[in-house]
């Protein structure tokens, strides 16, 4: 119905930056928040940043100062501007939209997921 499709993860050294993306297709009426996760070693899968419809913005406190959400509504696209990367932002990064593929269908899409390493 709706499909994500992240880009942008790598391996980067401590310090340094990476920008994550999340592009959506498909049925999309309207779009009322995008959502970054990550899931690292181990570890449960947690909220990250989240931007919904009004422009309200969440951070999770590990990356509060250093990590910023923005969206290109005309592109239905998400991203994620992750500065000053620490070892401990190690994980696979998932993107989520969730909106109304019509006047009364919802949708809550996931994309692949995408490795992002910090070491050096």
């Known amino acids: 119905q709706v499909q994500l499709v992240e880009s942008g993860g790598g391996l980067v050294q401590p310090g340094g930056s990476l920008r994550l993306s999340c592009a959506a297709s498909?049925?999309?009426?309207?779009?009322?928040?995008m959502r970054w996760f990550r899931q690292g070693p181990g570890e449960q899968r947690t909220l990250v940043a989240q931007v919904t419809s009004g422009h309200s913005y969440d951070y999770a406190d590990s990356v509060r100062g250093r990590f910023t959400i923005s969206r290109d509504n005309a592109k239905n696209t998400v991203y994620l501007q992750m500065n000053s990367l620490k070892p401990e932002d190690t994980a696979v990064y998932y993107c989520?939209?969730?909106?109304?593929?019509?006047?009364?269908?919802?949708?809550?899409?996931w994309g692949q997921g995408i490795q992002v390493t910090v070491s050096s």
């Open positions: 498909g049925s999309i009426f309207r779009i009322n928040g």
């Open positions: 989520n939209v969730l909106g109304y593929s019509d006047y009364t269908r919802v949708f809550d899409s």
